[in-house]
């Protein structure tokens, strides 16, 4: 069966699953959906973020330290949650074991920070794509099933082809910031004649988890050497300081 077909079928049976009483992916409650309430309120910590990377703070209206020396090239970043447990287990679950029954419930979470925090509006939602091998490996990109989840109620127009992954890197895991950054140089460009849809708009840019950032600020540049105004980064969940872990 070619992979467009079966990427369908899983993603109506995720639409249908969405809609039934099911167990909570954290605590195995039965509930109305895949993460109850009583988890949502229990595991996501509110607190001050930088605006620039969305590290927590231990006031408002701040930046971080190595934003002030460094900053990433967002106009805003923000996320919903830390990457922890129990986030860390139902993104994984969500990422790499087909868990698209999980999307609705997630992208929800983002949407609910992006309502609180209230970004400058942006007129383009771009998932960060895979790489082709990667993509044809999971069968589909998490942060499309996000995007395209978060898009409507923003009443923002999601495109998952007008950003490209030209290229797979090697995994970013155990690479040190630089080495980040090296790794994903020259990995993202724009479809071939579609330049002229950035010129002039405001990007967000929409991603599962955020590390370092620099696969983010490749992708940033990218759109900004293309003729976008601003970009910002929203993520469902951003790593702690290595301090912190």
Known sequence: MPASRVRQGLCALAALAALLPSQCAVCRSWDAGRLCRRCRERFIAQAARCPGCALPLAGPNASCGECLRQPLPFERCITALD?????????????????????????????????REAPPPVDLLLPLPLGPQRLRERGYNQSWELARRVAPPLGVTADARLLLRLFDTPRQSGLARDERGINVRGAFGIAPGRASALRGRRVALLDDVMTTGATAAEAARTLLDAGATAVQLWVLARTPRPADT
């Not at 993104?91 to 992208?107: E, Q, V």
Request: charged share 10%; aromatic share 12%.
């Open 83 to 115: 990457y922890a447990w129990p986030w860390s287990h139902v993104i994984a679950a969500l990422k790499f074991h087909d868990g698209l029954d999980l999307a609705s419930a997630l992208s929800a979470l983002l949407l609910q920070a992006l309502q």
